[in-house]
């Protein structure tokens, strides 16, 4: 906690040295203590903090204080509380800066599977068949439980979450319960995630209710124009391009590491919808021959690229 | 895990040794002027007033419970007196709920002000951490607060395990409050309302007994006995005297039907004030100050020529 005595010498404009040095060293023990994230401190990365992120980050968070006029009615706290308004405080930017990097980052599929794990170990009996973790809502039997992930999702509905974190997790909570009422048995908990984060669709500004575009008629050949829409169903602006990259390497090899640098989105989320999208392509149609298969390609690849161009 | 929580769950003073850093003049200037341009006003007046609902308050950060320990806490408070003071065997006793600023906690139907202008930040008023506490812990009066300033937050913004383990933590550092009655509640069921003197000092109070019962039945010789190894006045059965406990007066306590009195001797420039800050009128006697009728509660002697003070209890 902060040195009443040093948070008034702060505030009457007499910061000492030792103040100082006692408010940066506070600001780095507590990050130490709590392990928050480095990367709430502009431009750093890692996982272990030092001096020059402590001082970063206290600056950063005297220069919040004073942009969102937390100091305007500070003649109403008393001298014996202002050292732990300013650590409640410090606490309140930090959480409030995760939030805004979490936001930036989007879903991450990880993230998503921790909570579904989460609210079914929670809410939900969980039980080990085979060393594979299901879970019921009632204890029902596991051999008696069948189900197609895939047909299930079309019935269900998508639950679009935007900045806030509670309604991620009510949601999260809420397509839990939605798959388990479905199947009406037990589900394999890593099915489960797979199905959740497919119900769930990160929104970021309001067009949400933009639909995915109609396929052209420009395909170069009609005989694959069904196939073609029913493999990039789902696919708007943002994937195509991703997958561009990532599957079809038009711009180069591209690691994991270069699409998260490129997009900013996770790595275990990037992962799971290349894999996703490379399923779905290969699902939706087996070439007759090697010609075929080419043709096949070339025209996924530009179906993709209308799309990547088009402003959905 | 959230931020927040973590926080409130993790306690424990921070070791800032452990982070020895070296700073530049540079640096401090540069905080230095952030702050200058921010034309932040500090300071304000103490006042002392009656305890009434309605009051936010600030809590003492270290108060002796009536077995005499001392009890601490890092996390300063702020609470809100839900009802009137009542009197408790003669004690002071109101409900206060704890306030937060920690508003992004605040669950469905949770009271919440916006108002900045009451304790400096907007707030959140922890009704289901509603808590008895003695008056006595209550420091500085921060202002009033009317029902028409909370709003009810209707919306989930927060997930519900988070505000769960919020609450939890919350009630968990609240029985810092509520300890001053349930100690007071042990005290009278253990010793039947016995009267005794606490001194404060240290960890642990030092507590003088009255021998009301010891003074019927017992012939002078065998009293004057057992009063000498308690410290009491044999000359008098109902009298608390403490001298030689590092103090620079002689203190004695007495029981009367319509309150209590207290004595101070040599007479000196000692002032006697009760826990709502008021001075009270001495008689002054044979080089002696007496004070009475004195309530039970919380006094503070202070002796103006060593500039000392010394925290008592009549319970």
New interface residues.
């Given amino acids: 906690m902060f040195e009443n005595q040093y948070i008034i010498e702060i505030l009457s404009g007499k910061l000492s040295y030792t103040g100082y040095r006692s408010i940066v060293e506070t600001v780095a023990g507590m990050a130490r203590l709590h392990q928050w994230p480095v990367n709430i401190c502009t431009g750093y990365q890692g996982e272990t903090w030092t001096a020059e992120m402590a001082k970063e980050l206290t600056h950063a968070f005297f220069e919040w204080m004073i942009v969102k006029d937390k100091l305007k009615y500070l003649y109403k706290i008393p001298e014996s509380y202002l050292g732990y308004y300013f650590t409640q405080m410090l606490v309140s930017f930090v959480a409030d800066r995760i939030k805004c990097i979490q936001e930036e980052t989007g879903l991450s599929y990880r993230k998503c599977a921790e909570l579904v794990k989460g609210v079914c170990k929670r809410d939900y009996e969980t039980l080990l068949v085979e060393g594979k973790e299901y879970v019921s809502a009632n204890g029902q039997n596991v051999e008696r439980c069948a189900y197609d992930k895939e047909k299930i999702l079309e019935y269900l509905p998508k639950y679009h979450v935007g900045n806030e974190a509670g309604k991620l997790k009510a949601s999260v909570s809420m397509a839990v319960e939605d798959v388990l009422n479905m199947v009406g048995g037990a589900v394999a908990v890593d099915d489960m995630c797979d199905m959740v984060f497919d119900m769930i669709v990160y929104v970021e500004d309001d067009n949400r209710h933009e639909p995915v575009p109609p396929a052209s008629d420009t395909i170069v050949d009609s005989d694959y124009h069904g196939i073609v829409r029913m493999a990039l169903n789902g696919v708007d602006s943002t994937l195509a391009k991703m997958i561009l990259d990532y599957l079809f390497q038009q711009n180069g090899v591209m690691s994991l590491t270069d699409m998260e640098n490129k997009y900013h989105v996770p790595k275990s989320t990037i992962h799971y919808k290349m894999e996703k999208a490379r399923n779905k392509i290969a699902q939706a149609y087996v070439p007759d021959n090697e010609q075929d298969g080419i043709n096949y390609l070339k025209n996924i690849a530009e179906r993709l690229d209308e799309i990547a161009n088009s402003k959905y | 895990m959230?931020?927040?929580v973590?926080?409130l769950q993790?306690t424990?003073?921070?070791?800032?040794s452990?982070?020895?850093?070296?700073?530049e003049?540079s640096?401090?200037e540069?905080?230095?002027v952030?702050?200058?341009?921010?034309h932040?006003?500090?300071?304000?007046l103490a006042m002392t007033a009656q305890k009434h609902e309605g009051q936010i308050w600030?809590v003492k950060?270290r108060y002796y419970d009536y077995q005499g320990c001392l009890q601490q806490t890092?996390?300063?408070y702020?609470v809100l007196l839900r009802s009137e003071v009542e009197m408790v065997n003669g004690v002071a006793v109101a409900r206060a709920c704890p306030i937060s600023?920690?508003v992004?906690m605040a669950a469905h139907e949770d009271l919440v002000c916006k108002e900045?202008?009451?304790?400096?930040?907007p707030f959140l008023l922890e009704e289901w951490n509603e808590q008895p506490v003695l008056t006595e812990l209550l420091?500085?009066l921060?202002?009033n607060c009317a029902d028409s300033v909370f709003e009810k937050k209707t919306c989930?913004?927060?997930?519900?395990?988070d505000v769960e383990a919020f609450r939890d933590a919350e009630v968990r550092l609240a029985a810092y409050l509520s300890h001053s009655v349930v100690s007071l509640l042990e005290y009278y069921e253990s010793t039947q309302n016995r009267c005794a003197l606490d001194v404060m000092g240290g960890t642990t109070a030092k507590t003088v007994y009255l021998n009301e019962k010891l003074a019927d039945g017992f012939r002078r010789g065998k009293y004057q006995a057992y009063a000498a190894k308690a410290g009491n006045n044999s000359g008098d059965q109902k009298k608390i005297t403490v001298a030689d406990w590092n103090l620079p007066y002689q203190l004695e306590l007495r029981k009367r039907e319509e309150g209590h009195v207290i004595t101070i001797s040599p007479v000196g420039p000692v002032t006697l004030v009760n826990q709502d800050g008021i001075e009270l009128k001495a008689a002054v006697a044979d080089n002696r100050m007496v004070y009475y009728p004195i309530a039970k509660g919380l006094y503070r002697i202070s002796d103006g020529n060593n500039r000392q003070s010394q925290e008592i209890r009549i319970k």
């Fill in positions: 959230n931020v927040i973590d926080f993790n424990a003073p921070l070791n800032e452990l982070y020895d850093m070296s700073v003049m640096e401090i540069e905080v230095k952030l702050f200058r341009n921010a932040v006003e500090l300071g304000r600030t950060s890092n996390r300063p702020m600023p920690f992004d900045e202008d009451i304790v400096g930040f420091d500085v921060i202002g989930i913004t927060s997930d519900q395990a």
